[in-house]
């Protein structure tokens, strides 16, 4: 019964909190400046992620890049919320995120870009369009997996998009994602790969115990003069050795 009533509070504060992030959208961003939409974006995905009784910390590293295209793994649906509560960024991300109940408008609100998958002419629009946001000085952070992957593992990264670094000519900076318990395990209750719901593992988090969202910026990588595919490997290869040296440390493992 406690856990049921924990769900509920826990759901009604979302439903307010997402009333407000609609709110600024539709009656503030389209009149303030950019900076003001960043400080506005990384308080409401704090206080989002709060609520879902997760904490966010950024574990060392690099420092990150203001002007730059930012790379990730991909475990959940709080990937998004996590990067945006420590450095806000103009996101693409794969079409099916429109479709999740009201965080998918409202991810589309605040500028998020959608990418169906197999649509080659709508790539190649949104590649112009980040090639020219890159260029305005934007942050634009992808997620090069296409899908998530359970928590510790990445997949294969996907080329494409990468080729909009190059043609800017702005680095390239991997962010590697934990999720993490209170013993500093990786947290059981975020693996969203598989054929899980995202309603069905909202209630998962929202119903289990609290989780540490660790966000680690790594070094950045120049794009000028480079490949899609070498930019793409070693932005991969990048994350898998930092989520890897995570692990063995937390294993008690020398690295």
């Known amino acids: ?143 090069p997996e296409g899908t998530t992957a359970a928590p510790g593992t990445v997949l294969p990264f996907h080329a494409n998009l990468f080729e909009a670094a190059v043609d800017a000519r702005v680095p390239v900076q991997p962010f590697a994602l934990r999720y993490l318990d209170a013993g500093g395990a990786p947290h059981g209750g975020i693996d969203f790969s598989g054929e899980m719901s995202f309603a069905q593992n909202m209630i998962q988090v929202l119903s289990g115990p609290p989780v540490r969202a660790s966000l680690t910026c790594l070094a950045p990588i120049e794009a000028a003069g480079a490949h899609r595919r070498e930019l793409a ?3 991969h290869d990048a994350i898998a050795a930092a989520l890897s040296a995570a692990q063995n440390r937390g294993l008690g493992v020398p690295v």
């Open 233 to 235: 490997q070693a932005a």
């Open 1 to 143: 019964m406690a856990s049921k009533i924990k769900l509920a509070f826990r759901l009604g504060r979302i439903g307010v909190h997402l009333c407000a992030g609609l709110a600024a959208c539709a009656l503030v961003f389209p009149w303030t400046s950019a900076a003001r939409r960043a400080r506005i974006t990384r308080r409401w995905s704090r206080r989002l992620l709060g609520i879902c009784g997760v904490s966010v910390e950024q574990a060392g590293g690099a420092a990150a890049l203001e002007h730059a295209m930012i790379v990730s793994n991909h475990v959940s649906w709080l990937d998004i919320f996590v990067i945006n509560a420590l450095h806000p960024c103009h996101f693409v991300a794969k079409s099916e995120i429109r479709d999740w109940p009201v965080l998918g408008w409202l991810a589309d609100k605040g500028g998020t870009v959608f990418i169906a998958r197999g649509n080659r002419r709508e790539l190649r629009h949104i590649f112009k369009s980040m090639v020219a946001s890159l260029q305005a000085g934007q942050r634009v952070a992808f997620f």
